[in-house]
């Protein structure tokens, strides 16, 4: 495990956080430091060596070998603090529907399932949120247990108009529902680290000084849409409204269903929707030309841009890439349909494609709707 022990013999950690949290003015006049979720993020991954996760939208930050890591950073004036910990607004009507036991067994079921996703898509064994809290002139670092709630263990505390609460047999949990947001009661344990900022009267000067030295690097964006990396759905844009999308029972990741002609139980594709090509002709290799696709867990897949129209994200052989998503990552059966529901629960219904090199690409799975974000932030903005 992660404990500890690690973060305090890490003296370059401590520093940054230190560091950026001293020039908390730049963003507030108050004496509590400022450090942004992303930037704490980012700190952590590179002085640990963890592969960052965040962007992904997925139940971990960054991932440490086997390890998940979920990193928060709130504001904490005493010992214990309530924080979001999962979001379910693509199943908030169905939420609606229950009410006290019923309710709560169900918030855990999806909650342990986003768990469940995430260790099978980077083959992660065990769990840690890592929390940099911050309080009047001070920022308190501790670990603590990532854990599955407990059904068997579940007890109502309250419930009202606005939400419920309620605990297992490690924690507390509150569910709020006009965000259908899930939280989690962070306790502050008696071995954490404690960093004295002193908060710079002045932050603005130090980047200017920053500025002025020549040998100052300019930073690189991480990627640029369509160039560097493509968004694709896992639903069906023809048969999908924006307020009810829907996977095809006979294409996409379910095409092993279409008639016609025999089909193998394995037989599936990734859309790949005509603006994708509209718009970044040159993103993918031309139809039918091979190049490797990299899963989170590093699995090389034989890939290929097919069918008619380019309509068509596949692996060589087929079923790889219904091993990989629909048995391995989703756990479906053969046979079994899969369903805008399924992905809604486990909070993703589109994926990554980044690209590495002319022959290589990346895979990993985006948040609910990104598919229709990157349409209209990226394509459409050209």
Same mark, same amino acid.
């Given at each position: 495990m992660f404990d500890i022990n690690k973060i305090k013999s890490e003296k370059k950690y401590l520093e940054l956080l230190s560091g950026v949290a001293s020039l908390s003015k730049l963003f507030s006049d108050t004496a509590t430091p400022y450090v942004n979720y992303r930037i704490a993020e980012n700190i952590f991954c590179s002085v640990f060596k963890a592969e960052n996760l965040?962007?992904?939208?997925?139940?971990?930050?960054?991932?440490? &070998? &086997?390890?998940?890591v979920g990193i928060k950073t709130f504001i904490n004036h005493s010992n214990s603090k309530l924080e979001k910990v999962a979001e379910f607004n693509a199943l908030s009507s169905e939420i609606r529907k229950l009410k006290g036991d019923d309710l709560i067994r169900r918030l855990a079921e999806y909650r342990n399932e986003r768990i469940s996703f995430a260790n099978r898509t980077y083959e992660i064994n065990n769990g840690i949120y890592h929390?940099?809290?911050?309080?009047?002139? $001070?920022?308190?670092?501790f670990n603590t247990s990532y854990d599955f709630i407990n059904i068997n263990k579940l007890r109502l505390l309250k !419930?009202? $108009?606005?939400?419920?609460?309620f605990r297992d047999n490690l924690n507390e949990y509150s569910f709020n529902y006009s965000k259908s947001t899930l939280f989690k009661k962070f306790v502050l344990p008696s071995e954490a680290i404690d960093l004295n900022i002193k908060i710079l009267d002045?932050? #603005?000067?130090?980047?200017?000084?920053?500025?002025?030295? $020549?040998?100052?690097?300019a930073n690189r964006e991480l990627g640029e849409a369509g160039k560097n990396y493509v968004i694709l759905p896992l639903y069906s844009l023809g048969l999908s409204k924006p307020e009810n999308k829907v996977v095809g029972e006979k294409s996409g990741l379910n095409q092993w269903n279409a008639g016609g002609r025999k089909r193998n139980i394995g037989e599936v594709y990734i859309p790949v929707p005509a603006v994708i090509?509209?718009?970044?002709?040159? #993103? #993918?290799?031309k139809r039918d030309v091979q190049f490797t696709l990299i899963t989170p867990t590093k699995e090389h897949l034989n890939a290929s841009i097919c069918q008619d129209n380019s309509k068509a994200l596949m692996t060589d052989p087929n079923k790889a890439l219904a091993d990989w998503i629909l048995r391995k990552l989703l756990?479906?059966?053969?046979?079994?349909?899969?369903?805008?529901?399924?992905?809604? !629960?486990?909070?993703?219904?589109?994926?990554?494609i980044r690209k590495k090199s002319q022959y290589t690409y990346e895979i990993d799975f985006g948040p609910l709707d990104g598919f229709?974000?990157?349409?209209? &932030?990226?394509?459409?903005?050209?």
């Open positions: 965040s962007r992904s939208d997925t139940a971990y930050d960054a991932k440490i &070998n &086997n390890l998940g929390c940099v809290t911050r309080t009047i002139k $001070k920022i308190t670092i !419930e009202s $108009k606005a939400g419920v609460s002045d932050p #603005f000067k130090i980047i200017l000084d920053l500025l002025s030295l $020549k040998n100052l690097s090509h509209k718009y970044f002709p040159d #993103f #993918f290799p756990k479906l059966k053969e046979g079994e349909l899969l369903t805008y529901d399924k992905l809604k !629960e486990i909070g993703t219904d589109c994926v990554i229709d974000d990157f349409v209209l &932030n990226s394509a459409y903005s050209g």
